[in-house]
């Protein structure tokens, strides 16, 4: 099963694009990519090897969606992507698939490749949970929000009296 491959470029430096997208996750992260949708209060990677990728939502509720296996600050971050075909956490990283987000210099900016793989490690629904993912609501739709939130930072809106 193959590789997704997707790639963005955003108009900041490296360090503040690596950071944006690692500790501001909560600021950019789609909401329709949550379990808690618009009452999430918040979604979290804990930059650590180990460290886990959660999201909190009402009343404390929990639920740990990957885990960093590797990174170096500003250059790549590895995780398991432990979100199942159809929605559920997947607990045994062992069923998980995997996440490489790399940042390097960009012609304007900061270049960011995102490769997600391993999807046979998901089982049943694999197949189609790679084809979403690799559809325009997937990988694309993601790293545009990203992107976004990024020139949103880089343009604020003046505000009109």
């Not at 990677?45 to 969606?65: H, M, V």
């Amino acid at each position: 099963m193959g590789r997704i491959s997707k790639k963005t470029e955003v108009s900041l430096n490296v360090r503040e694009t690596f950071n944006k997208f690692v500790v501001e996750i909560n600021d950019w992260w789609p909401s329709a990519y949550t379990w808690s949708q618009n009452v999430q209060h918040e979604i979290l990677i804990d930059l650590r090897k180990d460290g886990l990728c959660s999201e909190i939502g009402p009343f404390g509720y929990r639920c740990d969606w990957g885990r960093v296996t590797d990174f170096e600050e500003n250059t790549y971050i590895e995780m398991k992507w432990q979100i199942g075909p159809h929605r559920e956490p997947v607990p045994n990283p062992d069923k998980a698939s995997d996440l490489l987000i790399e940042f390097s210099e960009g012609d304007e900016g900061t270049l960011i490749v995102l490769q997600h793989f391993n999807f046979g490690n998901h089982g049943n629904g694999s197949e189609d949970y790679r084809n979403n993912m690799d559809s325009d609501q997937g990988w694309l739709y993601i790293l545009d929000c990203f992107k976004k939130f990024c020139e949103r930072i880089e343009n604020p809106t003046e505000v009109q009296e």
